[in-house]
């Protein structure tokens, strides 16, 4: 019988091997490391991005024509609701007017250009979703030339839902807080306790009952449940006051010594369509 | 000669755009590929190649050259993480090359074959990310939480694909002037 393992193929097999992880560990680190991938990589992905819209869209405009149908019949009562609602909206809106007029204006006095609630936007839509169970990733239509840059967060259904960790010229990709890699939800976060604020950072996600964790919170803070979580603004990136989402529950950590928050996230991480890139004007 | 059917097109075309179908695919049903605890990962790409090789009616596709390319877009757009499907993609067409021979080209006995490979490639790509830290999922929860549906989603793939393919590898396998 042959050897399988003869000595050449041995040999090729095990080169192969070390090129193999190599390559993936360098990847890896050069993500973390570099804003932007190399030059190559930037080009090969603009082109296959491109190609990918071409399957993309229509198979998105699929979806959306048959979510539009199942959404015609909860029309009525989905109506009825949202008059409601419309009412009290008018009211916040002119209200929220107002104060940022006035903002505005107090700003100027003090001689402040912009602070940490200021941010612009960018629109973009998903093209897809990484298929593997190891990465929860998306990818979005826009990239460096719509002015993104890489960390910044991105929001969905008016909630924070992950931050930008790779851009190309035309693309770029986004990983959800729900991805269990280390730096992948750390937002440094605020909540409005009952003495004072309570500021700190998302130290991990909770998948199977879908919330996010603040740990290392002081037991002396006092925060109700279905208190409102917003970005904190603090660290530069990230603006200040993104809706990150609500309190769900506050336990103990394994030592009793500091409290955990559970929030329940405002946005759902498997039905992502159009995504919001917030810029934060104070960086320029 | 693949240079003169119809394959030249059809096949990179039928290549990337199961490629793209993974990706779009895994997108629009994320409420039902990745509902908690259950993943599913969606390897149309897989499934073109291994069907491709049992089609290729006597044309000798150039299959390895072509995998190491989907392999290569794969890991630089889709997950941004180089050197996995690239080098896993040529060893599954090799390993379906090598398990052909063994048996006789049923439907049955392909499925197997589609069955075997899923199950190897899934396992080295669980084993390359665990062992660079991406993943730290637990073995056993690999088995019923990741391979079981991707296995399930994968062979529904297979069945409901296998009758279509095979009509148009040979429309596309036959000369064009005959």
Partial sequence: MRKFFSNRRLVIIVVILVVCFGLMA?????????????????????????????VALPVNWLQTSFSSVNDLMSTYSEN???????????????????????????KQELKLKSSMTDYDTVSAAVLMRTPSAWQQQLVINKGQSSGIKKNMPVMSDGGLIGRVTEVNKTNSKVELLSDTGESSNRFAISINGSNGVVNGIITGYNA???????????????????????????????PKGLYVGKVSRIGKDDYGLAQKVYIKPAADFNDINIVTVAESASQE | MYRLSRLKYVFPIGLFVSLFLDGALSHVWAPLFFSYPYSMASELVLLW????????????????????????????????????????????VGLTQLLSKYFSSSFLSMIMIFFIDIVVFETLNYWAYSLINITTTPFGDYLIYVLAPTLALNLVYFVALYWPLRSLFNWATTEKNA
């Fill in chain 1, 80 to 106: 009825r609701e949202l008059k409601q609602q419309v009412t009290e909206l008018a009211q916040t809106k002119v209200r929220d007017q107002t104060l940022a007029h006035e903002n505005k204006q107090l």
């Fill in chain 1, 208 to 238: 199977s009952r879908n919330e996010l964790i603040m740990g290392q919170v002081s037991s002396k803070a006092k925060i109700k449940k279905g208190t409102r979580v917003t970005t904190s603004g603090m660290g530069g990136i990230t």
């Fill in chain 1, 26 to 54: 360098g990847s890896v680190s050069l993500r973390n490391r570099r804003n932007t991938p190399p030059l190559v990589q930037q080009f090969g992905n603009d082109i296959v991005g491109f190609a990918d819209s071409a």
């Fill in chain 2, 49 to 92: 190649l291994v069907l491709s090789y049992f089609f290729e009616n006597g044309i000798e596709i150039p299959l390895i050259p072509w995998s190491i390319a989907a392999g290569v877009v794969t890991d630089l757009y889709t997950s941004g993480i180089l050197g996995l499907c690239m080098v896993l993609f040529p060893c599954i």
